[in-house]
C-alpha cells in the first residue's frame, strides 16, 4: 500500500519522507523517528500502539550509504479500512482490474442510484510560487475534500476521479 505522509510522534506532525529526512538528519544526535498513519482516525483505530508506519531509508545519505530502495513509508500494522490510504489504495486497484472504461459504469451506476457523484475537481491554482502552496498541497486540499465525504463508495469513486 502506498502511504506519501506519516505522523512523526517526535516532531508531532505530518510528513513527507523528505520531511522526516530532513529532520531526522537537522537533529544532534540523530534519532530514528516513530511513524504513525497520518489518517487521525485509522491511528486512534488502535489505541495500545496506534498504527505503524516504517520510514525506510530516510535515515541514510546517498553519498555514504549504500541504498537499494528510494526513501518510502511501508505499511508495518493493519489500516482501518476507512483510512484514506487504503481507499486511494482501493480505488487505484478498481482503476487497474476495470480500466478507464469500466470507471465511467462505476459512476454511472453510483448515479443511477441516485448518489450525486463528483465527477470533476478544480484544483485552485497558485499565481505567486512565493506563496509557499505548491503541488503537492493543492493535492492534499483535494484529498481533504474527498474525506469529508460521507459514503466510502463516493469517496472511492472520488478518488479515482481524481487521478
Ligand atoms: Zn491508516
New binding site residues.
Given amino acids: 500500500m502506498r502511504i506519501e505522509k506519516a505522523f512523526c510522534v517526535e516532531l508531532d506532525r505530518i510528513v513527507d519522507i523528505e520531511q522526516a529526512r530532513e529532520a531526522y538528519f537537522a537533529q544532534n544526535p540523530q534519532k530514528r523517528f516513530t511513524f504513525l498513519?497520518?489518517?487521525e482516525q485509522?491511528?486512534s483505530s488502535n489505541p495500545g500502539i496506534g498504527?505503524r508506519v516504517s520510514g525506510v531509508n530516510y535515515d541514510k545519505l546517498p553519498a555514504v550509504d549504500e541504498i537499494f530502495k528510494t526513501p518510502h513509508f511501508r505499511q508495518l500494522d493493519v489500516?482501518?479500512p476507512s483510512?484514506?490510504?487504503?481507499e486511494i489504495q482501493e480505488a487505484e486497484s478498481l482503476d487497474r482490474e476495470h480500466g478507464d472504461h469500466d470507471h465511467h459504469d462505476l459512476i454511472r451506476s453510483l448515479t443511477e442510484k441516485g448518489v450525486s457523484v463528483i465527477t470533476r475537481f478544480s484544483v485552485p491554482k497558485v499565481s505567486d510560487p512565493s506563496a509557499g502552496t505548491n503541488g503537492l498541497m493543492d493535492e492534499n486540499d483535494e484529498v481533504d475534500r474527498i474525506r469529508r465525504i460521507q459514503s466510502r463508495e463516493q469517496r472511492i469513486a472520488a478518488y479515482r476521479g481524481n487521478r
Fill in positions: 498513519c497520518s489518517d485509522c491511528r498504527v489500516h482501518s483510512c484514506y490510504w487504503v
